[in-house]
C-alpha cells in the first residue's frame, strides 16, 4: 500500500505571495492532518479533515486554510506568506473516527520564505 | 501549558551504548495514546511505539523497549544497542480522546550516535 505522498518537495516563495500544498493519504484513510515544524515552535497542529469538513483547528491565524476533496486528498493554503512561515508542513492521514490515534505522515514539504 | 515535556534536548553515545529517553505528559482524560517518533535528517516522521492509556504492560520490539507507568506519567524510551542509523531527532507524542486524537508533540531529543 503507498504511504502518504505530499507535494511538493520543497518550495521557495516570496514574503506576501501565497501558496497550497498538497497531501494524498493512504488509500481507504478518510482523516487527514496537517502539521507545521519550525526549529523555535517545533511540531504544532494546523488542523484536521475528516469527510471533506474541518473538524479541529489548532492556533493559527485565518492565513493558514485547508480542504479536503471527496476523494480525501487535501490542500493547505496560506496567503500574505510572512518569513516566519518557513517551516516543514507534514501531513499525516488516518484511516477514520474510530482509529484518528493511527496517524501515518508524509515525508513532508519544506517551504523556505524570503 | 505543555502536554509533553522532554527534557534532554541532545544525548551523545557510542555505538553499542544503551539511549534512553525521557517523557513526561500531562493530561486530564482518561483515554489516550502516547507515541514515539523517530525523525531522521530526511524530515518524515517514522512511527516507531505506540501504547493506549489502559495498557501499562512494558514491552520490548527488537532493539527498542519502553517503561509506560501512569503514576508518574511517564513514557520513557530505550534503545538497545545503539547503531549509527539510529542517530535522529526522536518525539514523544500525546493523543487525546477529547481532542479528537490530535498529536501534541514534546521539543524532541537528538540523538547521535558516534562509531
Known amino acids: 500500500k503507498a504511504g502518504v505522498t505530499q507535494t511538493p518537495r520543497y518550495l521557495i516563495k516570496t514574503r506576501g505571495q501565497q501558496v497550497t500544498l498538497s497531501c494524498s493519504p493512504i488509500s481507504g484513510h478518510r482523516s487527514v492532518s496537517w502539521y507545521q515544524q519550525t526549529p523555535g515552535q517545533g511540531l504544532q497542529f494546523l488542523f484536521e479533515y475528516f469527510s471533506e469538513t474541518q473538524r479541529n483547528k489548532g492556533n493559527f491565524p485565518g492565513r493558514f486554510s485547508g480542504r479536503q476533496f471527496s476523494n480525501s486528498r487535501s490542500e493547505m493554503n496560506v496567503s500574505t506568506l510572512e518569513l516566519g512561515d518557513s517551516a516543514l508542513y507534514l501531513c499525516?492521514?488516518?484511516?477514520?473516527?474510530?482509529?484518528?490515534?493511527?496517524?501515518?505522515f508524509g515525508p513532508g514539504t519544506r517551504l523556505t520564505v524570503t | 501549558a505543555q502536554k509533553v515535556t522532554q527534557a534532554q534536548t541532545e544525548i551523545s553515545v557510542v555505538e553499542k551504548e544503551d539511549v534512553t529517553l525521557d517523557c513526561v505528559y500531562e493530561?486530564?482524560?482518561?483515554?489516550?495514546?502516547l507515541f514515539w517518533y523517530k525523525q531522521p535528517p530526511s524530515g518524515e516522521l517514522v512511527f516507531l511505539i505506540r501504547r493506549n492509556s489502559f495498557d501499562e504492560q512494558n514491552e520490548i520490539s527488537g532493539r527498542y523497549s519502553w517503561n509506560f507507568q501512569k503514576s508518574t506519567s511517564s513514557f520513557n524510551f530505550t534503545i538497545t544497542a545503539s547503531q549509527v542509523v539510529d542517530s535522529a531527532v526522536y518525539f514523544c507524542a500525546l493523543s487525546e480522546a477529547w481532542d479528537d486524537y490530535k498529536l501534541s508533540f514534546g521539543a524532541g531529543t537528538t540523538v547521535t550516535v558516534r562509531a
Open positions: 493530561t486530564r482524560d482518561t483515554t489516550y495514546y
Open positions: 499525516a492521514s488516518s484511516p477514520g473516527l474510530a482509529d484518528l490515534y493511527e496517524q501515518y
